[in-house]
């Protein structure tokens, strides 16, 4: 079986493409060929990824998940045609996942038809086997696609963690947890004043703001550097020009650094760069991965892929999670996917204890490669934090192996990775008004549609704007030396409301 790297992702002629896997530490792989089928506006396909788990019925009572979206590209239009979002059937009927003996896994529709979720079905943990997927493309591409080679296609896959309906305690009771809600259960989505959150909170949440009672799905990691470089190239010239530093037609040989600017190599460890500059209002460039700054770009095991990017900012963020139809994360959610079912614990961490280790990217076995973990492994409450300011972050994942307990991999209750330390986690706050009121609009708008505005901004008009007004950040990044800052509960940046590019600043989103 034979995997497409990235590197061939914007050839201009026709045929079947791979898109990105998520973060490698968990190996997911989407496999070549893509098979379209225009007869049965079908695509065909195979999916693998390691550390699956399906545990209904036992703590965490949860899964984890892929969510799978499929982009296509016209070929009469040449390399400045633009890239689609495909609708998909909203009956899971119509979608297949196969694997001869074998019927662990369900591929679930989702009502908008963004794409779907495949997860196993039955008890039990590891690495999957390759299954075969089969999509069903609907309303249909004839006219657009008529034939097997009148299109390009790529698929992308985002590893996510299940979140189930139920109670959680927000708030941790703590009077040296900075801006603290009252310590409560949130046992519905009913509507909460701001009273009965307490603290610094001013504003009444409705019962449509997402609270994080209701079950939903939640990035197992960060945006890594690999799946920004694949949102990157699907997206027109003047779009890749709102969503990186660098011009896109900027071709100067070996200082190309497209979030940072740099001009020697790459800076806290953020390796994007033009690997093929770009044609004025035309051509879009091509992105790439070249952490080792040797001009060979992608490799697997020695340009960090995995590293989560950093440099992002509240608009980037966004318009990525609009493009994989996600959303932001709520401030309540935060917690929920942090702390899940169990009693809060004053001053706890995300892995639901009161201990630290800092990891940091100047001690690393196996640096930039896909092995890549701190020489700190197996220790309790491993989080990347306490860095220099010429460091950076480091593997997502890299704390977590089959072996380490929830504590050692630093990892929230249900199994989502990071949520303390490496970047900050960008949320829709409940300090602003207008804010919470626009976010609370559960409608079609909530949910990214996978199409980005012509200036390649997000256009969803329930979320914050390009002005993050209304937003925050929670649970520090790297190069946090106070470790108040890392705990479940502290709001110490909760109302940032900025917009800019830090070295410090990546995310995730939800669906």
Not at 402 to 427: C, D, F, I, K
């Amino acid at each position: 079986m034979k995997t497409i790297k990235l590197t061939s992702l914007a050839m201009s002629f026709c045929l079947s493409l791979l898109c990105f896997s998520s973060s490698r530490a968990n190996n997911l792989y989407i496999s070549a060929p893509i098979t379209y089928t225009p007869a049965s506006q079908t695509l065909t396909f195979s999916i693998s990824w390691d550390n699956s788990w399906y545990n209904l019925g036992a703590a965490p009572n949860n899964y984890d998940a892929v969510w799978l979206f499929v982009k296509y590209q016209a070929c009469n239009a040449g390399v400045s045609s633009p890239w689609v979002h495909v609708n998909l059937s909203t009956l899971s009927t119509d979608h297949s996942i196969i694997r001869t003996g074998q019927s662990y896994m369900n591929i679930d529709a989702v009502a908008d038809g963004k794409g779907v979720f495949i997860h196993r079905n039955i008890l039990g943990s590891g690495n999957t086997q390759v299954w075969t997927v089969t999509l069903k493309i609907s309303p249909t591409l004839a006219a657009t696609c008529a034939a097997a080679t009148s299109c390009n296609w790529k698929v992308f896959g985002i590893e996510m963690v299940n979140v189930p309906q139920v109670a959680y305690a927000i708030g941790d009771g703590s009077g040296t947890t900075t801006n603290p809600f009252i310590a409560q259960a949130i046992n519905t989505e009913a509507a909460i004043t701001a009273a009965a959150l307490g603290g610094t909170a001013t504003v009444d949440l409705p019962a449509t703001y997402p609270k994080g009672y209701n079950s939903f799905y939640c990035m197992k990691q960060e945006i890594s550097q690999e799946q920004y470089t694949s949102f990157l190239n699907t997206l027109q010239y003047n779009q890749q020009v709102s969503r990186t530093l660098l011009a896109p037609d900027y071709a100067a040989v070996g200082s190309s650094w497209a979030l940072t600017l740099n001009n020697a190599t790459a800076t806290n460890r953020n390796g994007i760069r033009i690997q093929t500059a770009g044609i004025n209002n035309f051509m879009p460039a091509i992105y790439a991965v070249d952490q080792n700054n040797n001009g060979l770009m992608n490799e697997s095991t020695l340009d960090a892929l995995h590293l989560p990017c950093n440099y992002l900012s509240w608009a980037d963020v966004v318009a990525f999670l609009d493009w994989a139809a996600l959303r932001p994360m709520s401030d309540m959610e935060y917690e929920k996917v942090c702390r899940g079912t169990v009693a809060a614990l004053a001053d706890e961490y995300p892995w639901g204890t009161l201990t630290t280790t800092s990891a940091t990217s100047a001690t690393l076995n196996n640096i930039n490669n896909t092995t890549e973990v701190s020489t700190a492994l197996l220790s309790p409450g491993l989080c990347v934090y306490g860095g220099l300011p010429t460091n950076g972050p480091i593997r997502g994942g890299a704390s977590a192996a089959s072996t380490t307990s929830r504590e050692q991999a630093g990892a929230a209750y249900y199994g989502a990775l990071e949520m303390a330390g490496n970047v900050w986690e960008p949320v829709v706050g409940v300090y602003d008004a207008p804010t919470v009121a626009a976010f609370s609009n559960i409608a079609a708008s909530f949910l990214g549609d996978g199409t980005l505005n012509a200036a390649g901004d997000a256009n969803q008009a329930a979320w914050p704007g390009i002005a993050a007004t209304g937003t925050g950040r929670r649970g520090g990044s790297w190069l946090t030396a106070a470790t108040t800052e890392l705990r479940t509960s502290d709001r110490s940046f909760a109302t940032t409301t900025d917009n800019l590019r830090d070295k410090t600043y990546g995310g995730r989103g939800v669906r």
